[in-house]
T-cell receptor, first 111, second 114 residues
Framework: GENVEQHPSTLSVQEGDSAVIKCTYSDSASNYFPWYKQELGKRPQLIIDIRSNVGEKKDQRIAVTLNKTAKHFSLHITETQPEDSAVYFCAATYSWGKLQFGAGTQVVVTP | DAMVIQNPRYQVTQFGKPVTLSCSQTLNHNVMYWYQQKSSQAPKLLFHYYDKDFNNEADTPDNFQSRRPNTSFCFLDIRSPGLGDAAMYLC?????????????FGPGTRLTVT
């Protein structure tokens, strides 16, 4: 099966600074890498995703990069705001769309 | 709006008393998943249906069962809930799109076991 490691487990940033979360995966067949934001008591919300045929994708303040050779992918949040505070999960798909999640990163943005 | 619906949103059951959680979808997706998420942890896949084909994860306890009577509905049955089964249960759906499967999550059912 797939194994996904995510770092750091907690990340505190000042408002306006950037936040970076890194993940590695083990299954070279994985071809889809979503990122989810989860606020307390709510469902995971897809914020950005990247497919294996793309190296980088950007959506306003959020960007994701993928290095297939190294099996690394990262989430970049620029100009962080207090509403960015949440738990962020990376994930990699394997075996007919099953998702293996990373352990999560608690992001705290302080004003 | 097309969506994934879970009922109830909050469920309290007694130790050992069977409970059923419900998921329905209007997305017409052929794949449905059940996840268990405990506090401060990532969602953990319990099983999924690819069309009518049931796929159990190797480490899913026998206490957990599932039914999918049609494309739109999927149920999670916990036959004898233990205190350790208290968690958020998330349903998700997907369909193949160019070889990838974007998953859409329902709002979850928070299960409390007393």
């Amino acid at each position: 099966g797939e194994n996904v490691e995510q770092h750091p487990s907690t990340l505190s940033v000042q408002e306006g600074d950037s936040a970076v979360i890194k993940c590695t995966y083990s299954d070279s067949a994985s071809n889809y890498f979503p990122w989810y934001k989860q606020e307390l008591g709510k469902r995971p919300q897809l914020i950005i995703d990247i497919r294996s045929n793309v190296g980088e994708k950007k959506d306003q303040r959020i960007a994701v990069t993928l290095n297939k050779t190294a099996k690394h992918f990262s989430l970049h949040i620029t100009e962080t705001q207090p509403e960015d505070s949440a738990v962020y999960f990376c994930a990699a798909t394997y075996s007919w769309g099953k998702l293996q999640f990373g352990a999560g990163t608690q992001v705290v943005v302080t004003p | 709006d097309a969506m994934v619906i879970q009922n109830p949103r909050y469920q309290v059951t007694q130790f050992g008393k069977p409970v059923t959680l419900s998921c329905s979808q209007t997305l017409n997706h052929n794949v449905m998943y059940w996840y268990q998420q405990k506090s401060s942890q990532a969602p953990k896949l319990l099983f999924h249906y690819y069309d009518k084909d049931f796929n159990n994860e190797a480490d899913t306890p026998d206490n957990f069962q599932s039914r999918r009577p049609n494309t739109s509905f999927c149920f999670l049955d916990i036959r004898s809930p233990g205190l350790g089964d208290a968690a958020m249960y998330l349903c998700a759906t997907s369909r193949e799109d160019g070889g990838t499967y974007e998953q859409y999550f329902g709002p979850g059912t928070r299960l409390t076991v007393t």
